[in-house]
């Protein structure tokens, strides 16, 4: 099997990463897996009512968990899967694992943005986010990449999935991720 693509969305907590990612995949004519870090918590893998007690510390579980994420997706690419993935790269040391761990594949990177204000606004609406959050992300989230593609979320997310998929089909040169790798 031939290595698997991946379409990888950064950007801040509420700022429509997985609307995107399944507006995209509704219009790609190849079938792409979407994979979060929202679909672990929600599937409840995580003993999460055991952080909540007291029993188990997040923070010292959190450094294996996101290296178990990176780790998956790597596996689930060289099986020749196609991904969309969207993340919060929050720290230097999690894009230089992910840099590493797909160096050999076909990665698009996007970046999507949100106004603090809609960020904040989403937040509140949502109730299942740790409101400051997206503050926290929007100061920093972008800081850490270089792009081949940047969405405004504000915008429907079937017009941006079309534009990503449009600009996804029309790259050419060396990848964002390749040009992060080169530095």
Not at 106 to 134: N, T
Request: net charge neutral; hydrophobic share 45%.
């Amino acid at each position: 099997m031939p290595p698997g693509k991946v379409i990888l969305i950064n950007g801040a907590s509420s700022s429509g990463k997985s609307t995107l990612a399944r507006a995209v995949q509704r219009q790609l004519d190849q079938p792409f897996w979407h994979l979060s870090i929202d679909h672990l918590l929600e599937s409840r893998v995580l003993p999460l009512d055991r952080v909540r007690t007291g029993d188990f510390v997040w923070s010292s579980m959190r450094p294996a968990f996101f290296q178990g994420f990176h780790n998956a997706l790597l596996a689930i690419a060289e099986a020749g899967n196609n991904l969309i993935v969207d993340h919060i790269i929050e720290t230097r040391v999690w894009m230089k694992d992910l840099l590493r761990l797909l160096s050999r594949f076909d990665v698009y990177f996007v970046g999507i943005h949100c106004p603090l204000e809609e960020l904040e606004r989403r937040e509140r609406a949502r109730g299942d986010r740790r409101i400051g959050d997206a503050r926290n992300d929007f100061d920093t989230i972008h800081e850490l990449a270089v792009y081949d593609v940047e969405l405004d979320s504000t915008k429907p997310a079937e017009s941006n999935a079309a534009a990503l998929i449009s600009a996804w089909r029309r790259r050419c040169g060396p990848s964002a991720f390749k040009r992060m790798e080169a530095l």
